[in-house]
């Protein structure tokens, strides 16, 4: 049967109609599609071009934080400046007429408001003492004048009042606040800690159709974290190693001897040279330092007096400073800071490649060491210890009386012993037939049985000489607390004008670190609560490490120190070298563990090696003592001329230090979004 002609056009015009439908309905779906995908992505843009603009928000106010840090690392009051006019600026800052005494303990000054220090100019007048317009300009700012550096300090202090910061890129804007908050200032013996806390923030990206918030946190749980500005005369207990001339001897820097950094060097706390570092290297292994690192660049030969602004003249250095690095044990290639690469603060050179956990500065301030123990001497005649001439033996240690930890301290002098002790008050006794008596002190520092009970600062002078035996008593190589040599209690310096020979293990009841440095962690510091600590400084000797070959006859046939020694104490020779006697002679004797630091005019030896390890006398195992970073120093221990403001982080007693210590204030944990929208 066939279909009409007429039906058969019909149906083919209902086909193509159906059909047409059909494409105008896929084309519409592909077209919606096509539009939601565009403005999704539209979207999707615009969120993360708020996101970036957020993140330059955070950016902007890491990047003022690293500018302050590099602005206090350069800071420096000259010595110049008396403490009157640094304690009136102390006053301002806190807005009191009149300063409380100092005490170990730190004296609080003032506390402050929750808004910083965004009241009045004079408050940041001490900031201006240290840190000047050239100052400002090395860090690129544009407006160095005195009132953009106040401006520039209170909104860094600006606590609850917080600094605006706000920017434009591509269409994008961000806004943030932010202010540290300062919290309290105390005084000290040598110094005034102001502390604050660093907040979070919240920075705001937008575009015009999203916006984004992103929060950054100076801890990775959110949690307050306090840093301090040490405000002083820095304490020279604060180096791992601080060398006045990097040599050996005048001799070995008449010949260009330098001292090596091998890939055994590993210091975990600052290290500072007024002349120049030498760095020898091998592919992966390299020398590590996990503390800032500073040098003032001096040439060899050239440290000597220098005129002073005020007119006096003073230890410096007498040629043009040459900031930069020696590489390479073999060729020791002079390189310039500027013309490092990678970068100053990674250089690598030929193989060496010195491994900086920290900070470096190769154009650091000279230093000059101190040339006396004046301080020391006024400090044991007014409530220490003072002598004159040569003391044959010293004997420190612990030792429990009646069930009290006391410290001993023994001494012979022209053939008379006297036995003195004192406990955690203080409190000074003196053995006398037998039976511990009260002790006094008359107006030369002298101590009688007679008069009112002294007590005792901690400090021990020798004045016109020095001391032939210092050594940790004679328990001193057993176990601590038995071995002991500082009671737990106890802060005690150990000064001369002469030699000081130390002849046993000095040993902490509590030390404050453990462990040793390995390349991938400093030891660990876990207990910085620890209040015993010791100084050892010669004016103008050495402290000389005894080994049993350095004695005069044969090996061990005097006071000498044992295989493996360990020396909790900051050692300090500013016009010799803290060194081993003996250094060159016999088979190795293990190596000298040493927790604190060491700082001398010349870098002295411990022991001679090759390819194959030690030859003679100790290698080292120097643990920096981290309390020190943090203002501790033994009592009267000599402290530096010039004025600084030194930023450190805070550590709570008994925790351990963070090992970014010294990078400087950093916005870090996770940078988590807190809230988007569009609209």
Same mark, same amino acid.
């Given at each position: 049967?066939? +279909?009409?002609?007429?039906?058969?056009?019909?149906?083919?015009?209902?086909?193509?109609?159906?059909?047409?439908?059909?494409?105008?309905?896929?084309?519409?779906?592909?077209?919606?599609?096509?539009?939601?995908?565009?403005?999704?992505?539209?979207?999707?843009? @615009?969120?993360?071009?708020?996101?970036?603009?957020?993140?330059?928000?955070?950016?902007?106010?890491?990047?003022?934080?690293?500018?302050?840090?590099?602005?206090?690392?350069?800071?420096?009051?000259?010595?110049?400046?008396?403490?009157?006019?640094?304690?009136?600026?102390?006053?301002?800052?806190?807005?009191?007429?009149?300063?409380?005494?100092?005490?170990?303990?730190?004296?609080?000054?003032?506390?402050?408001? %929750?808004?910083?220090?965004?009241? =009045?100019?004079? /408050?940041?007048?001490?900031?201006?003492?240290?840190?000047?317009?050239?100052?400002?300009? @090395?860090?690129?700012?544009?407006?160095?004048? %005195?009132?953009?550096?106040?401006?520039?300090?209170?909104?860094?202090?600006?606590?609850?009042?917080?600094?605006?910061?706000?920017?434009?890129?591509?269409?994008?804007?961000?806004?943030?606040?932010?202010?540290?908050?300062?919290?309290?200032?105390?005084?000290?013996?040598?110094?005034?800690?102001?502390?604050?806390?660093?907040?979070?923030?919240?920075?705001?990206?937008?575009?015009?159709?999203?916006?984004?918030?992103?929060?950054?946190?100076?801890?990775?749980?959110?949690?307050?974290?306090?840093?301090?500005?040490?405000?002083?005369?820095?304490?020279?207990?604060?180096?791992?190693?601080?060398?006045?001339?990097?040599?050996?001897?005048?001799?070995?820097?008449?010949?260009?001897?330098?001292?090596? +950094?091998?890939?055994?060097?590993? +210091?975990?706390?600052?290290?500072?040279?007024?002349?120049?570092?030498?760095?020898?290297?091998?592919?992966?292994? /390299?020398?590590?330092?996990?503390?800032?690192?500073?040098?003032?660049?001096?040439?060899?030969?050239?440290?000597?007096?220098?005129?002073?602004?005020?007119?006096?003249?003073?230890?410096?250095?007498?040629?043009?400073?040459?900031?930069?690095?020696?590489?390479?044990?073999?060729?020791?290639?002079?390189?310039?800071?500027?013309?490092?690469?990678?970068?100053?603060?990674?250089?690598?050179?030929?193989?060496?490649?010195?491994?900086?956990?920290?900070?470096? @500065?190769?154009?650091?301030?000279?230093?000059?060491?101190?040339?006396?123990?004046?301080?020391?001497?006024?400090?044991?005649?007014?409530?220490?210890?003072?002598?004159?001439?040569?003391?044959?033996?010293?004997?420190?240690?612990?030792?429990?009386?009646?069930?009290?930890?006391? /410290?001993?301290?023994?001494?012979?002098?022209?053939?008379?012993?006297?036995?003195?002790?004192?406990?955690?008050?203080?409190?000074?006794?003196?053995?006398?037939?037998?039976?511990?008596?009260?002790?006094?002190?008359?107006?030369?520092?002298? +101590?009688?049985?007679?008069?009112?009970?002294?007590?005792?600062?901690?400090?021990?002078?020798?004045?016109?000489?020095?001391?032939?035996?210092?050594?940790?008593?004679?328990?001193?190589?057993?176990?601590?607390?038995?071995?002991?040599?500082?009671?737990?209690?106890?802060?005690?310096?150990?000064?001369?004008?002469?030699?000081?020979?130390?002849?046993?293990?000095?040993?902490?009841?509590?030390?404050?670190?453990?462990?040793?440095?390995?390349?991938?962690?400093?030891?660990?510091?876990?207990?910085?609560?620890?209040?015993?600590?010791?100084?050892?400084?010669?004016?103008?000797?050495?402290?000389?490490?005894?080994?049993?070959?350095?004695?005069?006859?044969?090996?061990?046939?005097?006071?000498?120190?044992?295989?493996?020694?360990?020396?909790?104490?900051?050692?300090?020779?500013?016009?010799?070298?803290?060194?081993?006697?003996?250094?060159?002679?016999?088979?190795?004797?293990?190596?000298?563990?040493?927790?604190?630091?060491?700082?001398?005019?010349?870098?002295?030896?411990?022991?001679?090696?090759?390819?194959?390890?030690?030859?003679?006398?100790?290698?080292?195992?120097?643990?920096?003592?981290?309390?020190?970073?943090?203002?501790?120093?033994?009592?009267?221990?000599?402290?530096?001329?010039?004025?600084?403001?030194?930023? =450190? @982080?805070?550590?709570?007693?008994?925790?351990?230090?963070?090992?970014?210590?010294?990078?400087?204030?950093?916005?870090?944990?996770?940078?988590?979004?807190?809230?988007?929208?569009?609209?």
């Amino acid at each position: 049967m066939e +279909f009409p002609r007429r039906t058969q056009g019909a149906t083919l015009i209902v086909s193509l109609l159906f059909v047409m439908l059909i494409l105008a309905v896929i084309m519409a779906v592909t077209a919606q599609v096509t539009l939601s995908t565009r403005r999704s992505s539209a979207d999707q843009q @615009r969120i993360l071009a708020a996101r970036y603009a957020a993140e330059s928000g955070v950016a902007q106010v890491q990047a003022r934080l690293r500018s302050m840090k590099a602005l206090l690392d350069q800071s420096s009051i000259p010595a110049s400046v008396g403490n009157s006019v640094v304690d009136a600026r102390i006053r301002d800052l806190c807005g009191v007429p009149v300063l409380p005494p100092a005490t170990p303990a730190g004296t609080p000054v003032c506390t402050f408001p %929750a808004t910083g220090l965004s009241g =009045s100019a004079a /408050q940041v007048g001490l900031f201006d003492l240290a840190v000047g317009s050239a100052d400002f300009a @090395r860090q690129g700012f544009q407006n160095t004048s %005195a009132a953009d550096r106040e401006r520039y300090w209170m909104s860094m202090f600006s606590g609850t009042a917080q600094q605006e910061y706000t920017g434009t890129d591509d269409g994008s804007t961000y806004r943030t606040a932010f202010g540290l908050v300062p919290t309290e200032l105390r005084r000290y013996p040598e110094a005034y800690r102001l502390t604050f806390t660093v907040p979070s923030l919240t920075a705001q990206g937008s575009t015009p159709l999203a916006v984004q918030r992103v929060r950054a946190r100076a801890t990775t749980d959110g949690s307050d974290v306090t840093w301090s500005l040490w405000i002083g005369r820095p304490s020279f207990a604060k180096y791992a190693l601080f060398t006045n001339h990097h040599f050996k001897s005048a001799d070995a820097e008449g010949n260009g001897e330098r001292i090596n +950094f091998t890939p055994l060097t590993l +210091f975990s706390g600052p290290v500072h040279t007024n002349q120049h570092f030498l760095f020898n290297g091998n592919g992966s292994s /390299q020398p590590v330092f996990w503390g800032p690192v500073t040098s003032a660049g001096c040439p060899d030969r050239s440290i000597g007096q220098v005129a002073m602004p005020d007119g006096t003249a003073a230890e410096g250095c007498t040629a043009a400073a040459q900031p930069g690095a020696y590489f390479d044990s073999s060729a020791q290639l002079f390189v310039g800071s500027a013309t490092m690469t990678d970068s100053p603060d990674a250089p690598v050179s030929g193989t060496s490649a010195p491994q900086f956990r920290n900070t470096v @500065r190769w154009d650091s301030d000279f230093v000059p060491l101190p040339s006396n123990n004046h301080n020391q001497n006024q400090a044991a005649r007014e409530g220490g210890l003072y002598l004159t001439g040569d003391v044959a033996e010293l004997r420190l240690y612990r030792e429990v009386q009646g069930g009290a930890e006391r /410290q001993r301290i023994t001494y012979v002098q022209a053939g008379k012993t006297v036995d003195l002790s004192y406990g955690a008050d203080g409190q000074l006794w003196m053995l006398s037939g037998g039976t511990w008596v009260a002790a006094s002190r008359d107006a030369s520092g002298q +101590f009688t049985t007679t008069g009112p009970q002294a007590s005792f600062n901690g400090v021990i002078s020798v004045e016109g000489g020095g001391i032939g035996n210092l050594n940790g008593g004679p328990d001193a190589e057993q176990p601590v607390p038995a071995g002991a040599s500082i009671a737990s209690f106890a802060g005690v310096t150990v000064a001369a004008s002469g030699d000081v020979n130390v002849t046993s293990s000095l040993k902490y009841t509590t030390p404050p670190c453990s462990g040793e440095n390995t390349a991938t962690a400093p030891a660990p510091c876990d207990n910085l609560g620890a209040k015993n600590i010791l100084g050892v400084y010669s004016s103008a000797g050495n402290v000389d490490l005894i080994s049993p070959h350095g004695c005069e006859g044969d090996p061990g046939s005097c006071p000498s120190l044992p295989d493996n020694p360990e020396i909790d104490a900051v050692l300090m020779a500013s016009q010799g070298a803290v060194q081993v006697r003996g250094y060159n002679q016999g088979p190795p004797l293990g190596r000298v563990k040493l927790l604190g630091g060491v700082i001398e005019n010349y870098y002295g030896a411990f022991g001679q090696f090759n390819n194959a390890g030690t030859t003679h006398g100790y290698s080292r195992n120097v643990v920096y003592d981290q309390r020190t970073a943090d203002g501790i120093a033994p009592p009267s221990f000599p402290t530096q001329q010039d004025w600084q403001i030194t930023l =450190s @982080r805070a550590q709570p007693a008994g925790t351990a230090p963070d090992p970014d210590d010294g990078r400087g204030i950093r916005l870090q944990g996770d940078t988590v979004a807190v809230g988007e929208g569009g609209s």
